[in-house]
């Protein structure tokens, strides 16, 4: 009998430090996941944990880890040659088929920067997928800013709004990501556009509702939920809201699926 | 076939069974209640019919055989998982119909759900032939009738028991031979077809009535009279929740074992991701999440039957005297309140 | 009212002086503090036809009929018969041609033999109380026979738990019911409840230890109230079937000295509590010089010291394995008066055989 639950060896290519409390660990992995899914990631003694794979390439994976938790806080004793386990990949990922020939406007909160990274890797390296890519990326603080090369990159490829909460920094704006949205032209994309909203719960619902303020049609949003789990095969019961489970039925979902989930 | 056994035949024929199966019934565990000076009943193994406590209703559920409280899944040394094992003799379960239902709910979680089979479940479900347990009704928490799992056809022998022996209808073939000289008489099993309990499950298949649910006055008691302990969803038949906990052997960090541990959405941190607060931080909505499971989700994903088999352990069990027959009653009339007040 | 009157001879007979001359109050033994409620018809019956009508609950949980005259105790000791006959004789089997166990021939017309050994006192227990760990008006049952009749005054409280709601530490043998508990780590969820309950009402004994998934124990500092196993949602944690008691010695209130008792025994088995009290008698005798005194229990202590009541109250008597016996026993008393004890040698109190 096979077991969904068996957890494989990978070993650790590097670390790199993104943010003060933020990782990014590359490791081997044959596994093919699709954009927007996640991964179970161990580590013996401490457990497991579901992490959004936030890039991937031929052999290997990418995973950004923020330093909470039990399994996080050991993670950052690891280093390049270390093992580290993984089972997956799990859940549904962005509809990217979908999103083809659309304008596609992607607004994240924090780290929830992580579960669009490949996506949007994909798209500056693949021109003409997408007919234009807005994106608001929000961060706390100087300090929470991750991914910083990609996002100077994308700042060439994509029309991007970078914002800090509360703090001024040159070429940053101040303010949370819900005030940029009415920047979005959606009138300019005659109704072809496609949004995708990732960060803490808090930010999506408000976003959410920014951008139905905007006249966004609800079937056009897609949101990432993250949720506590320990199985992420729809047994253990920990994501699971109302009938839907967040492991299998998510993480992405349509807006007008996760409007109505109340915890 | 139909057996008429008395307590040394039953005896005789349970020792000829346990060559070939692990027979696990409701056994009684003497002072080991909450309270001093009570029992409790509990599954595990048998190996007499005096052991068997056929004449009231077992504290926990048949389930902790197939699902225990806890078990070792995985063991792990620094660069391995290596699954573990379980004995591979069959189990004759004896179960009330309410448990053998609650095995065909917890299969479509277990063994369904997303499809993916799970190991650690399936390996132990197909060991197991149920014998169904003759039931009168249970006790005053009892509505198996009005959750429609008062029957069962899932079972390779039927009993009823008496102080004087037991009743038996085989069923399943291949345990004929284990009563072979024993005396033959008519019996074919019946199941209860009335509880003293009736509950009515709401309606909740509108969406607008469920939304208004979430956040009707209904649930508020539960803040000051639950207290939040996961008694019920421990006792209860077909509670499935688990968490994954990782334990090491003395003091080398890279050797030990995975566990698997019963998990409770009524307890405090079921939904909690670490650095961030819990989505449900009251009792109140705990037991909203809880009863909307029983009495919508469930069927909601799965179709067919509610997840609830009304064998009101949860009930038997709540140390603040929460019945559950009496909160899903609550619910209904709040929920006739909430479609007056969308009809207006 | 000019009445020939001996008080001590009437009190002996469980009658207590009132302030109205030629009045007093029956005191009905309730051993345990639980009877049939039948009795409460006696009790009725008493007061109405001798009494002033009224009824007091007892501070050691006796029966109290209040206004009985002089003259109607001999009627109310007639209608008694039945009440000590049945709840002393029957229920509790005591030998009423006995005092201090010596053989001595009981009038069932004449009352009450002795006043000296106080009605044992008790809270509900297990019998009703969900922290109660054990029975305990059946333990005062038993304990009745051992210690009454008897001229020899002992003041005995049973508390079923150590909450001691019927303060156990403020008599001369306080016994509280206590639990010693098995964990089954096999059914543990770590939900923490027990570590909690542990630290809200008691001593904070319980932990939980992450690397293992469970909870440790410090087993030194239990005080076997049962509220892990109360709290606990999967009965991870149980009650052994033994029932265990642990004894505090001493307490007493009081116009001189009054204190909190201090523990004596810990993790005693009933046998070893009925045979200590077996010893009662013995002690006490020794510390009079066999000239039984209204003198308080605890007092006799005092006298003879801990170590010579050590000595005599153990003897003979076979303790458990679990069971703790203090070394020695340090009261702190209320001094009303500073160096209350400090006083002129030809003052001093003296215990044992004289000569």
Same mark, same amino acid.
């Given at each position: 009998?096979?077991?969904?639950?068996?957890?494989?060896?990978?070993?650790?290519?590097?670390?790199?430090?993104?943010?003060?409390?933020?990782?990014?660990?590359?490791?081997?992995?044959?596994?093919?996941?699709?954009?927007?899914?996640?991964?179970?990631?161990?580590?013996?003694?401490?457990?497991?944990? *579901?992490?959004?794979?936030?890039?991937?390439?031929?052999?290997?994976?990418?995973?950004?880890?923020?330093?909470?938790?039990?399994?996080?806080?050991?993670?950052?004793?690891?280093?390049?040659?270390?093992?580290?386990?993984?089972?997956?990949?799990?859940?549904?990922?962005?509809?990217?088929?979908?999103?083809?020939?659309?304008?596609?406007?992607?607004?994240?909160?924090?780290?929830?920067?992580?579960?669009?990274?490949?996506?949007?890797?994909?798209?500056?390296?693949?021109?003409?997928?997408?007919?234009?890519?807005?994106?608001?990326?929000?961060?706390?603080?100087?300090?929470?800013?991750?991914?910083?090369?990609?996002?100077?990159?994308?700042?060439?490829?994509?029309?991007?709004?970078?914002?800090?909460?509360?703090?001024?920094?040159?070429?940053?704006?101040?303010?949370?990501?819900?005030?940029?949205?009415?920047?979005?032209?959606?009138?300019?994309?005659?109704?072809?556009?496609?949004?995708?909203?990732?960060?803490? *719960?808090?930010?999506?619902?408000?976003?959410?509702?920014?951008?139905?303020?905007?006249?966004?049609?609800?079937?056009?949003?897609?949101?990432?939920?993250?949720?506590?789990?320990?199985?992420?095969?729809?047994?253990?019961?920990?994501?699971?809201?109302?009938?839907?489970?967040?492991?299998?039925?998510?993480?992405?979902?349509?807006?007008?699926?996760?409007?109505?989930?109340?915890? | 076939?139909?057996?008429?056994?008395?307590?040394?035949?039953?005896?005789?024929?349970?020792?000829?069974?346990?060559?070939?199966?692990?027979?696990?019934?409701?056994?009684?565990?003497?002072?080991?209640?909450?309270?001093?000076?009570?029992?409790?009943?509990?599954?595990?193994?048998?190996?007499?019919?005096?052991?068997?406590?056929?004449?009231?209703?077992?504290?926990?559920?048949?389930?902790?055989?197939?699902?225990?409280?806890?078990?070792?899944?995985?063991?792990?040394?620094?660069?391995?998982?290596?699954?573990?094992?379980?004995?591979?003799?069959?189990?004759?379960?004896?179960?009330?119909?309410?448990?053998?239902?609650?095995?065909?709910?917890?299969?479509?979680?277990?063994?369904?759900?997303?499809?993916?089979?799970?190991?650690?479940?399936?390996?132990?479900?197909?060991?197991?032939?149920?014998?169904?347990?003759?039931?009168?009704?249970?006790?005053?928490?009892?509505?198996?009738?009005?959750?429609?799992?008062?029957?069962?056809?899932?079972?390779?022998?039927?009993?009823?028991?008496?102080?004087?022996?037991?009743?038996?209808?085989?069923?399943?073939?291949?345990?004929?031979?284990?009563?072979?000289?024993?005396?033959?008489?008519?019996?074919?099993?019946?199941?209860?077809?009335?509880?003293?309990?009736?509950?009515?499950?709401?309606?909740?298949?509108?969406?607008?009535?469920?939304?208004?649910?979430?956040?009707?006055?209904?649930?508020?008691?539960?803040?000051?009279?639950?207290?939040?302990?996961?008694?019920?969803?421990?006792?209860?038949?077909?509670?499935?929740?688990?968490?994954?906990?990782?334990?090491?052997?003395?003091?080398?960090?890279?050797?030990?074992?995975?566990?698997?541990?019963?998990?409770?959405?009524?307890?405090?941190?079921?939904?909690?991701?670490?650095?961030?607060?819990?989505?449900?931080?009251?009792?109140?909505?705990?037991?909203?999440?809880?009863?909307?499971?029983?009495?919508?989700?469930?069927?909601?994903?799965?179709?067919?039957?509610?997840?609830?088999?009304?064998?009101?352990?949860?009930?038997?069990?709540?140390?603040?005297?929460?019945?559950?027959?009496?909160?899903?009653?609550?619910?209904?009339?709040?929920?006739?309140?909430?479609?007056?007040?969308?009809?207006? | 009212?000019?009445?020939?009157?001996?008080?001590?001879?009437?009190?002996?007979?469980?009658?207590?002086?009132?302030?109205?001359?030629?009045?007093?109050?029956?005191?009905?033994?309730?051993?345990?503090?639980?009877?049939?409620?039948?009795?409460?018809?006696?009790?009725?019956?008493?007061?109405?036809? /001798?009494?002033?009508?009224?009824?007091?609950?007892?501070?050691?949980?006796?029966?109290?009929?209040?206004?009985?005259?002089?003259?109607?105790?001999?009627?109310?000791?007639?209608?008694?018969?039945?009440?000590?006959?049945?709840?002393?004789?029957?229920?509790?089997?005591?030998?009423?041609?006995?005092?201090?166990?010596?053989?001595?021939?009981?009038?069932?017309?004449?009352?009450?033999?002795?006043?000296?050994?106080?009605?044992?006192?008790?809270?509900?227990?297990?019998?009703?109380?969900?922290?109660?760990?054990?029975?305990?008006?059946?333990?005062?049952?038993?304990?009745?026979?051992?210690?009454?009749?008897?001229?020899?005054?002992?003041?005995?409280?049973?508390?079923?738990?150590?909450?001691?709601?019927?303060?156990?530490?403020?008599?001369?043998?306080?016994?509280?019911?206590?639990?010693?508990? =098995?964990?089954?780590?096999?059914?543990?969820?770590?939900?923490?409840?027990?570590?909690?309950?542990?630290?809200?009402?008691?001593?904070?004994?319980?932990?939980?230890?992450?690397?293992?998934?469970?909870?440790?124990?410090?087993?030194?500092?239990?005080?076997?109230?049962?509220?892990?196993?109360?709290?606990?949602? =999967?009965?991870?944690?149980?009650?052994?079937?033994?029932?265990?008691?642990?004894?505090?010695?001493?307490?007493?209130?009081?116009?001189?000295?009054?204190?909190?008792?201090?523990?004596?025994?810990?993790?005693?088995?009933?046998?070893?509590?009925?045979?200590?009290?077996?010893? /009662?008698?013995?002690?006490?005798?020794?510390?009079?010089?066999?000239? *039984?005194?209204?003198?308080?229990?605890?007092?006799?202590?005092?006298?003879?010291?801990?170590?010579?009541?050590?000595?005599?109250?153990?003897?003979?008597?076979?303790?458990?394995?679990?069971?703790?016996?203090?070394?020695?026993?340090?009261?702190?008393?209320?001094?009303?008066?500073?160096?209350?004890?400090?006083?002129?040698?030809?003052?001093?109190?003296?215990?044992?055989?004289?000569?």
């Amino acid at each position: 009998m096979m077991n969904p639950v068996q957890p494989q060896a990978c070993t650790i290519l590097s670390v790199k430090k993104e943010s003060l409390h933020e990782w990014t660990f590359r490791v081997t992995s044959d596994a093919k996941p699709a954009h927007g899914q996640f991964m179970q990631l161990s580590i013996p003694m401490i457990g497991e944990a *579901p992490i959004s794979v936030s890039a991937q390439g031929d052999g290997w994976l990418e995973f950004t880890i923020r330093s909470v938790g039990k399994v996080t806080d050991v993670i950052f004793q690891k280093e390049a040659g270390d093992t580290l386990f993984l089972r997956g990949p799990y859940g549904k990922g962005w509809p990217v088929e979908q999103f083809r020939d659309k304008h596609l406007v992607v607004i994240t909160g924090g780290t929830g920067l992580a579960p669009v990274r490949s996506m949007l890797n994909m798209l500056a390296e693949t021109p003409g997928y997408v007919r234009s890519v807005h994106l608001i990326s929000g961060f706390k603080n100087a300090d929470g800013i991750v991914f910083h090369k990609e996002l100077e990159e994308w700042k060439q490829k994509f029309t991007t709004i970078y914002a800090l909460d509360h703090d001024t920094m040159e070429g940053w704006r101040t303010g949370l990501v819900t005030t940029f949205v009415s920047e979005i032209p959606f009138d300019a994309f005659r109704g072809e556009y496609v949004v995708v909203v990732v960060g803490p *719960p808090p930010m999506m619902k408000f976003t959410g509702l920014a951008l139905m303020d905007q006249g966004v049609e609800p079937e056009k949003v897609y949101m990432s939920f993250e949720r506590k789990m320990s199985c992420a095969i729809g047994k253990c019961g920990h994501c699971r809201i109302d009938e839907v489970y967040v492991c299998l039925d998510g993480p992405v979902f349509p807006y007008t699926v996760a409007r109505d989930l109340i915890d | 076939m139909g057996y008429s056994l008395s307590v040394s035949q039953a005896d005789t024929v349970l020792h000829e069974l346990q060559r070939d199966y692990r027979i696990y019934a409701p056994k009684r565990f003497p002072k080991q209640g909450r309270y001093s000076d009570t029992d409790i009943i509990r599954y595990a193994e048998v190996n007499s019919f005096a052991d068997i406590v056929w004449d009231i209703k077992s504290d926990y559920p048949a389930k902790e055989v197939i699902t225990p409280i806890q078990q070792a899944i995985f063991y792990f040394t620094e660069d391995e998982y290596r699954a573990s094992k379980v004995k591979s003799k069959p189990i004759l379960l004896l179960a009330r119909p309410c448990d053998i239902n609650a095995q065909r709910i917890q299969a479509r979680i277990y063994a369904g759900n997303g499809g993916y089979d799970d190991l650690y479940y399936s390996r132990i479900r197909e060991l197991v032939k149920f014998a169904v347990m003759d039931c009168n009704g249970g006790d005053d928490t009892c509505f198996c009738v009005s959750m429609g799992s008062n029957r069962t056809d899932d079972y390779a022998l039927a009993l009823k028991f008496s102080e004087d022996g037991v009743l038996v209808q085989v069923v399943d073939e291949d345990l004929v031979s284990y009563f072979e000289g024993m005396p033959q008489v008519d019996y074919t099993h019946t199941f209860v077809e009335e509880n003293e309990l009736k509950v009515t499950v709401p309606d909740l298949s509108d969406k607008n009535v469920r939304k208004a649910l979430k956040t009707h006055p209904v649930w508020q008691e539960y803040n000051s009279r639950c207290i939040s302990c996961g008694a019920c969803t421990v006792a209860c038949s077909t509670c499935t929740c688990f968490t994954t906990r990782d334990v090491i052997y003395g003091d080398n960090p890279e050797v030990g074992e995975r566990r698997r541990v019963t998990a409770s959405c009524q307890i405090a941190g079921f939904d909690q991701m670490a650095g961030q607060k819990e989505f449900r931080s009251t009792a109140a909505e705990r037991m909203r999440y809880k009863v909307l499971h029983k009495f919508h989700d469930y069927k909601a994903r799965f179709g067919q039957e509610h997840m609830c088999v009304g064998c009101g352990r949860c009930t038997r069990r709540c140390p603040e005297l929460i019945s559950i027959s009496a909160t899903v009653n609550k619910v209904s009339a709040a929920v006739d309140e909430i479609r007056a007040a969308l009809n207006r | 009212m000019n009445q020939d009157i001996n008080i001590k001879k009437v009190r002996l007979n469980c009658y207590r002086q009132s302030k109205v001359p030629g009045e007093f109050m029956l005191q009905m033994r309730v051993p345990g503090g639980t009877v049939d409620a039948k009795y409460l018809s006696y009790v009725e019956y008493i007061a109405k036809t /001798w009494g002033d009508g009224n009824f007091h609950f007892g501070t050691r949980q006796t029966f109290d009929i209040t206004g009985i005259s002089y003259e109607n105790i001999p009627a109310v000791n007639e209608y008694l018969e039945t009440y000590i006959k049945e709840v002393d004789a029957q229920l509790c089997n005591v030998d009423m041609d006995t005092v201090a166990h010596e053989p001595h021939p009981w009038d069932p017309k004449e009352g009450y033999p002795t006043i000296g050994a106080r009605n044992i006192t008790a809270c509900i227990g297990n019998y009703h109380c969900i922290c109660g760990n054990c029975n305990t008006f059946e333990l005062a049952r038993k304990i009745e026979p051992i210690i009454f009749p008897s001229h020899y005054h002992i003041k005995i409280n049973i508390a079923g738990c150590p909450n001691d709601c019927n303060k156990a530490h403020l008599c001369d043998f306080g016994i509280i019911g206590v639990a010693r508990m =098995t964990y089954h780590p096999e059914r543990c969820i770590a939900c923490g409840a027990c570590v909690r309950a542990c630290q809200h009402g008691a001593t904070r004994v319980l932990s939980a230890n992450p690397a293992i998934g469970k909870v440790e124990k410090d087993p030194c500092c239990c005080v076997g109230c049962g509220e892990c196993v109360r709290v606990c949602p =999967t009965s991870a944690w149980t009650r052994q079937e033994t029932k265990f008691y642990r004894v505090i010695l001493g307490g007493r209130t009081g116009r001189q000295t009054p204190r909190t008792g201090k523990m004596f025994l810990n993790w005693a088995t009933e046998d070893v509590i009925l045979g200590v009290l077996k010893n /009662w008698q013995k002690f006490s005798a020794w510390v009079m010089d066999y000239k *039984p005194e209204y003198l308080h229990g605890g007092h006799l202590i005092d006298r003879a010291g801990y170590k010579k009541f050590k000595e005599i109250i153990l003897d003979g008597v076979k303790l458990n394995p679990e069971c703790l016996v203090a070394e020695d026993i340090f009261w702190h008393e209320t001094e009303y008066r500073s160096n209350f004890n400090v006083k002129p040698l030809s003052m001093h109190h003296t215990a044992g055989p004289k000569g």
